[in-house]
């Protein structure tokens, strides 16, 4: 099992920025891809971003490219995400997620399976 932990939510003003990090305990040495979602009130969860367990191969959502970036730190066992530029639409709970399967797209929640408790984004205008 791996264990996921979010930390650095909060509200910010359009236009500015902030940093989520995910904490992994447990076995995180089995972990294949790391992803951040997000869930807005009365919508389904979507993806974010993703990258995989080398930390060089990124993918993002449409509407998050070039003002996300999504970063791994293997031997801290930590995900980090920076969010610039945030506009009121990005207003949601973000989720950090863990695979540990092989030969998924980790673009959808089912490719994933530990989930940490979220933690809330709020982008005022």
């Known amino acids: 099992q791996v264990q996921l932990v979010e930390t650095g939510g909060g509200l910010v003003q359009a236009g500015g920025s902030l940093r989520l990090s995910c904490a992994g305990s447990g076995r995180t040495y089995s972990i294949y891809n790391m992803g951040w979602f997000r869930q807005a009130p009365g919508k389904e969860r979507e993806f974010v971003a993703t990258i995989n367990w080398l930390g060089d191969s990124t993918v993002y959502t449409d509407s998050v490219k070039g003002r996300f970036t999504i970063s791994r730190d293997i031997p801290k066992d930590t995900l980090g995400l920076q969010m610039d530029n945030l506009k009121p639409e990005d207003t949601a709970v973000y989720y950090c997620?863990?695979?540990?399967?092989?030969?998924?797209?980790?673009?959808?929640?089912?490719?994933?399976?530990?989930w940490g408790q979220g933690t809330q984004v709020t982008v005022s205008s």
């Open positions: 997620a863990a695979s540990r399967r092989s030969g998924k797209s980790y673009l959808v929640a089912d490719d994933y399976d530990s």
